[in-house]
């Protein structure tokens, strides 16, 4: 089925403590990847949840169908991805992988030799064929982000969010992780939101970048629009080179502080 996710005037308070006012994000197609990026403390994290139903904002939020109309409650179709996994579960990887594949078959009781296969194939994609027996509580917290990836793909979701999928990963495994990403958008097809914290990585991999910054969306749009001189400038308060390639890539260069004042972590 395809689906659009709509955010539309999100807001959302921590008891007397506003994180986000009004935050509203363009139509979030299938087979598509929208990155959140943004200084720490804007509320990545917190639209994620909202986005997912696991918080209660004012505003709307809603899956469509193609033909504009209501797809139904949000749990149906949207599948949250968190940082880590707890590390304290006794579970195997391929348990805890199975057990999503059977949970997108609606808790078939009988494990079919079709959901093996998927689950062996979808660890092998992820390069955690050779962990497939190791329990949770042995993985690193990068290898734990790998069985999160691996579940939101067994599942196939039509809406998939994704907080910070690529934070605990070296540099090669984000690149795999990402392009993993990119191609279940395009194959499911699924809308995608992903936070990220890497500029250069969002505008390699997605559609469209939102900046939140303020309890707001700061700016958003593709990458090339987005990713600006004057927005690192006013949002993350850094002088930054942004370069493209011939190829269209973008990378993003900080140089330093435009305002030392606003260094401290929020």
Do not use: W
């Not at 699924?190 to 990585?201: M, P």
């Amino acid at each position: 089925m395809v689906l659009s996710l709509v955010a539309e005037q999100v807001g959302f308070a921590y008891g007397r403590t506003p994180v986000l006012a009004g935050a509203s994000l363009p139509r979030v197609r299938s087979g598509t990847v929208t990155a959140l990026v943004g200084p720490n403390g804007t509320g990545k994290s917190t639209l994620l949840k909202c986005l997912a139903g696991l918080e209660t904002p004012t505003g709307s939020v809603r899956v469509e169908d193609s033909e504009g109309a209501s797809a139904g409650r949000l749990g149906d179709h949207v599948l949250y991805m968190p940082q880590d996994l707890p590390a304290s579960s006794s579970l195997g990887v391929f348990e805890v992988v199975l057990l999503a594949r059977q949970r997108q078959s609606r808790g078939a009781r009988r494990v079919s030799k079709e959901a093996v296969r998927d689950v062996e194939e979808t660890l092998r994609r992820v390069g955690l064929g050779a962990l497939a027996m190791r329990p949770l509580s042995a993985l690193s917290g990068g290898q734990r982000q790998l069985v999160s990836l691996a579940q939101a793909l067994v599942r196939r979701p039509g809406v998939l969010l994704l907080d910070e999928p690529t934070s605990n990963l070296d540099l090669r495994n984000q690149l795999h992780i990402l392009g993993l990403i990119r191609e279940l958008a395009t194959t499911a097809p699924a809308a995608v939101v992903v936070s990220v914290h890497d500029l250069s990585l969002a505008a390699r991999y997605a559609d469209q970048v939102a900046v939140l910054h303020g309890g707001g969306v700061h700016a958003v749009g593709p990458p090339e629009d987005v990713l600006t001189e004057e927005m690192l400038r006013e949002v993350y308060g850094v002088e930054a080179t942004v370069s493209r390639a011939a190829d269209g890539t973008t990378t993003v260069d900080a140089r330093g502080l435009s305002d030392p004042s606003r260094a401290a972590i929020g």
